[in-house]
């Protein structure tokens, strides 16, 4: 059993930058695969990015590459996003999961999710 517990997000203007983190209980941490998620209303949660459990393989969805950073600290049980020159279209609330898996990209591989922090970006 993992509990995550997400924090860091807030109110920013275009172009700004604000940094995420997604803090784990448990003692297992470093052996799931771990994933930033977000979903605007009315729409679908969309996979942000994932990192594997080392921290070696990572993937950003189009939308954020080069904007967007994933790390993690598995002596802290603690997974970031980095997020700079945010956007308008980047207003949503931002979840973490955690896979037992070796990697997905689906919100429905993800067995334990984060409650969600909201990330407005105003123009």
């Known amino acids: 059993q993992v509990q995550l517990v997400e924090s860091g997000g807030g109110l920013v203007q275009a172009g700004g930058s604000l940094r995420l983190s997604c803090a784990a209980s448990?003692?297992?941490?470093?052996?799931?695969?771990m994933g930033w998620f977000r979903q605007a209303p009315g729409n679908e949660r969309d996979i942000v990015s994932v990192?594997?459990?080392?921290?070696?393989?990572?993937y950003y969805a189009d939308s954020v590459k080069g904007r967007f950073t994933i790390s993690r600290d598995n002596s802290k049980n603690t997974v970031y996003l980095q997020m700079n020159s945010l956007k308008p279209e980047d207003t949503a609330v931002y979840y973490c999961?955690?896979?037992?898996?070796?990697?997905?990209?689906?919100?429905?591989?993800?067995?334990?999710w984060g409650q969600g922090t909201q990330v407005t970006v105003s123009s």
């Open positions: 999961a955690a896979d037992r898996g070796s990697w997905s990209t689906t919100a429905t591989n993800y067995d334990y």
């Open positions: 990192i594997t459990r080392s921290g070696v393989s990572i």
């Open positions: 448990g003692r297992a941490f470093s052996t799931y695969t």
